[in-house]
Structures are given as structure tokens and as C-alpha cells.
């Protein structure tokens, strides 16, 4: 790309390197980014640095924050007696945007995957079980409905039962507003299991 | 997003201001770049910075470059006597890829659109003229088939003929490795009307 001049490729190529951004939109964001007050370059480029500076794990439930204990941790509002397992810190977000949740969470930073050779080990589970030793009531497994989620999932609930805390796991079925005849066969199986008494 | 800590909001918030980066992928990009090594991120920080700092428009063809002229305005092996108008950087960018065009190019950085506002004193057209004054043979016109596209190319070869210089449009018709049946009408008929002996 030796026609933009130097500083453009560089800037294509870096952009090119982040996960869903191939050579074209890799270009059409450098445009878009010369293109831009350099006020506001800089400003992303700040927020760049000063994020990957100032992030680490939650000391108590493994979500990435900037700070010791991460928001919910630190809430009182919350309910520390109940404990929704996930994945991820995006996971997380979307649980937080219904606004029903009023537990806290214990992000596993991963999932199991043989296929990966990622093993229980990889994942925060050790840090899972040191809090299970405090007051804890209930344990909700919302890894998500894949291969690795429900190894993860039944992995878990091994190794929580013999402490005599309730295990729970997320309903799977039907998405609301879905179309039942654009739904795959596990799924629409799933949803047959697990009715409810109406 | 209280729930994710103050930088890495920040971070999101800025990203989600990039074209075709919506609050999804701004979130799965920062939680990608928070995971990445330092370096990698001051790397990624510095070449936006620099990229914003260096570049400006070639003085000759008006294309986003660092240097006062472009690479390929400076090149002696370019024939400096045809000129591609083409709508932006780009554009030229693509042109380039097909190593078939050993003329230079000029960037009009936009076209015409009366529905935007864009008229012709808005895009590089001076300069174009400017260029014409000296030693040129011929000015070939790669601006989008679009609307806009069309309109500029139709108000260009009105300002290039009295002129004298020849003006020629590049071809419109059936893309390679397209199917007839899923190619649209005006392009059917522009293929049509552009038909070639065999």
C-alpha cells in the first residue's frame, strides 16, 4: 500500500489487526480518522492507552474494571448472596441492561473447550470456589448455550453440589419474538423439555 | 455502561464514534485491545496520532499522503499525460491493485450532490483545471456509476472539452463472475448499450 505514504499504511495496518476489521474497513477508518479533529484522534488514542493501563480483574468477581473492586462488587445494593457465573465481561453487560438482576456475578474469563485445549484450570474457576466458602446462596450458570458453555456449565455443577449451595442454570428455549419455523432443532427441543405449566 | 469502570467506557464511547463501529463491536473491540500486549496499543495509539499529524492533500493530485507530493505523483515511471479523476483516495487505492494503469491520478475528495449540498466548488475541481493547463492528453473519469457519480463526470467533460484535451468515461456494464439473472436494470441496459464487436 505504498501509494498512501507511510503514516496512512501504518495506521491501516494497525487497525487491520483488530478482531472483524479486514483491509477495507481497515482503510475507510484511517480515512475516516485523518479526516477527523485532532482533538479528537487524540482523545481516542488516549482512551486507547489509558484503558489498557488501567485495566485489571476484579479482586472478587474477575470482570475487567479499572479499579480494585469493580462496581457491583462494590454495591451494597446488591445481593452478594447470589452469584450469576458467566463467560465474559460482555456477557455481564448484557445480564446488567435487562436491569432484573440484583445479584452479582463471577466472570470465568473463558470457557472450557478440549478442542481449544482450554481446561478448568484456564478459566477463573479456582477464584469461583474460594468465594463459594463464604455466604453464599445460590450459584446461576449463564455460560452460553454452545459446546463449551454447557461443558463449562455441568463441570460447575460438579464441583458446586457437595458444598450444599443450589446450582441453577438459565432457561433455554425459544427467543422471545423469534420465529419458531426459523428455529433450530435443538433449540425448539430444548424449549419442548423445559415447558411450564401454564 | 457504570459497569465496566470509567476507561474502558471511555474507550468505547470513542470507538463507537468510528463509521460502521456501533456499540457491539466498539465493546468488542475494547475488550480486545484491553487484552492486548502494551505495546501493541501505544503502537496502534501513536500511528493514529501520527497518521492525523502527517498527512495532508498531494499537491498535484489532491490524494491523502505524508509527503508534499504523493508516491505516485513523484514517480518518473508514470505517464503524467493521462489523468484518472477518481471520487476519493480510495478509489485510487483500488485502481492501483489492478497494476494496469500507469497514468497518474486526481482526487476530487467527494463528487457533486445537489441533495447533499456538495456543489462543484466543493470538490478539488480548480485544481483539476489548474492541471489541465499544463502538458495533458487525456482525462479519464472513474467516478462512482452512482447518481453523484454521474452527475460529476457529466460536469466535468462539459469543463475538460472546450479544452480540447480528449475525455473519456470508464466502462459501465456487467461485472465479471456476475449472474445476469441478480444484476440490476441499468446496469443490464448500460451493458447492452456499451456492447463491443467481437
Redesign the interface.
Known amino acids: ?8 499504511s ?2 491501516i ?3 487491520n ?5 479486514g483491509v477495507k ?1 481497515a ?8 479526516g ?1 479533529p ?1 482533538e ?16 485489571h480483574y476484579c479482586r472478587e468477581c474477575c ?5 480494585e473492586l ?3 462488587c462494590r454495591s451494597e445494593k446488591r445481593n452478594h448472596r447470589q452469584i450469576m457465573v458467566v463467560e ?3 456477557d ?2 448484557a445480564y ?1 441492561k435487562t436491569g432484573r438482576y440484583d445479584g452479582v456475578y463471577h466472570v470465568l474469563q473463558g470457557a472450557i473447550s478440549p478442542m481449544l485445549g482450554i481446561g478448568p484450570s484456564d478459566i477463573r474457576l479456582k477464584e469461583l470456589m474460594q468465594r463459594l466458602q463464604g455466604d453464599v446462596e445460590e450459584v446461576i450458570i449463564a455460560t452460553n448455550p454452545s459446546l463449551e458453555g454447557e461443558t463449562t456449565a455441568t463441570y460447575i455443577s460438579k464441583l458446586v453440589k457437595p458444598t450444599g449451595i443450589r446450582v441453577t442454570r438459565i432457561a433455554s428455549g425459544v427467543p422471545v419474538g423469534g420465529d419458531i419455523e426459523n428455529i433450530d432443532e435443538v433449540t425448539l427441543e430444548r424449549a419442548l423439555m423445559g415447558r411450564v405449566e401454564l
Open positions: 500500500m505504498e501509494y498512501y505514504g507511510s503514516h496512512i501504518r495506521l495496518e494497525a487497525l489487526g483488530l478482531p472483524g476489521i474497513s482503510q475507510r477508518l484511517a480515512f475516516h480518522i485523518v477527523m485532532k479528537q484522534v487524540k482523545n481516542l488514542a488516549e482512551a486507547l492507552v489509558s484503558a489498557r493501563e488501567n485495566v470482570t475487567l474494571t479499572d479499579e469493580c462496581p457491583i465474559n465481561s460482555r455481564l453487560a446488567e
